[in-house]
């Protein structure tokens, strides 16, 4: 399906709009289903998923657990230097351990030096690459904002008087890259704030549910599909969550926003950030198309009855 197709559908939706009570972001999901049916047939929407209601439990409550069905395999160095944060990172602890100790500016940020060694080994800044914004200072790119705190909040270095250094098991951790990674991911997992640079006010989505949400790439992510049905997935299976606000006369509108709050923490940013999925702006829609990446592949296994 061409552009101008796309642009002919949403015309015939968006007519819809003024004749029924439907919100824009209803109609964008409901017209992504139909894409991805006319792309795939209806038997991906279909698809079993296999999850008792034992591994659903410890997949939301202890999915970093020996009995969970998300397991991570162990890599090689070379495997794990597909993972952009785990580059980033890693790469900021061995500017650390080589300084001894990194002094920061005069307000905590890494310094403009720093920044612009680990920018390129993370992903990129669409304001820097594409608008032409300059970078000059840590808050110019999340990632980089990310990697300074993962790196003090995983306990792997510290900060006193405003500079920074390895920790003991830093150091210990800076030679293991299994170790390392797992307690750096880990670390973002359960410990970082996932609403740290958005200002949705869905205090905790994104972040719960994580590894359900890498469950379901590893049963869709072999194809190209709108961010939007993972989130309907997602909703379809805790639908508890919509439950718990009320939204009112404005549920259409909020409905949609709750949509992309969660689109945005696990895709635009979160599993994109650790190189588990690649993604395409969809022209003309609300949606990116996402899938998974070899290094998803690589690291992630599941272990429960009868997946495939």
Request: overall charge negative.
């Amino acid at each position: 399906m061409n552009s101008d197709d796309i642009i002919l559908l949403l015309d015939q939706r968006f007519d819809t709009i003024s004749k029924e009570n439907t919100s824009v972001q209803d109609l964008m999901d409901d017209f992504l289903i139909e894409l991805v049916v006319k792309e795939y047939g209806e038997g991906i929407l279909n698809k079993p998923l296999r999850l008792t209601n034992e591994e659903m439990d410890i997949i939301v409550n202890d999915p970093f657990s020996t009995a969970s069905p998300v397991q991570f395999n162990k890599l090689t160095s070379g495997e794990y230097a597909l993972c952009p944060m785990f580059r980033q990172t890693k790469a900021l602890l061995k500017i650390i351990d080589e300084a001894e100790e990194l002094k920061l500016t005069a307000i905590g940020n890494l310094p403009p030096k720093i920044v612009k060694e680990l920018y390129p080994l993370g992903v990129k800044n669409w304001f820097i690459e594409e608008a032409g914004y300059k970078l000059s200072k840590e808050t110019d790119s999340e990632s980089v904002q990310v990697a300074h705190i993962l790196a003090t909040i995983s306990g792997v270095a510290k900060k006193r008087n405003n500079k920074l250094s390895l920790t003991a098991n830093g150091k210990k951790l800076l030679n293991d890259d299994y170790a390392l990674f797992m307690k750096l991911f880990s670390t973002y997992c359960m410990k970082f704030n996932w609403a740290y640079f958005d200002s949705y006010e869905f205090e905790g989505i994104g972040k719960f549910g994580f590894a359900y949400s890498l469950y379901l790439i590893s049963i869709y992510g072999d194809k190209q599909l709108p961010d939007n049905f993972y989130a309907d997935k997602f909703f379809d299976t805790f639908s508890r969550i919509r439950n718990m606000y009320d939204f009112g006369e404005n549920g259409p509108q909020l409905s949609g926003r709750l949509n992309r709050c969660y689109r945005t923490r696990v895709f635009t940013r979160s599993f994109y950030m650790w190189g588990l999925i690649d993604k395409a702006e969809m022209k003309y829609l609300l949606s990116d198309l996402v899938w998974k990446t070899e290094f998803f592949d690589k690291l992630i296994k599941m272990e429960l009855a009868g997946f495939h």
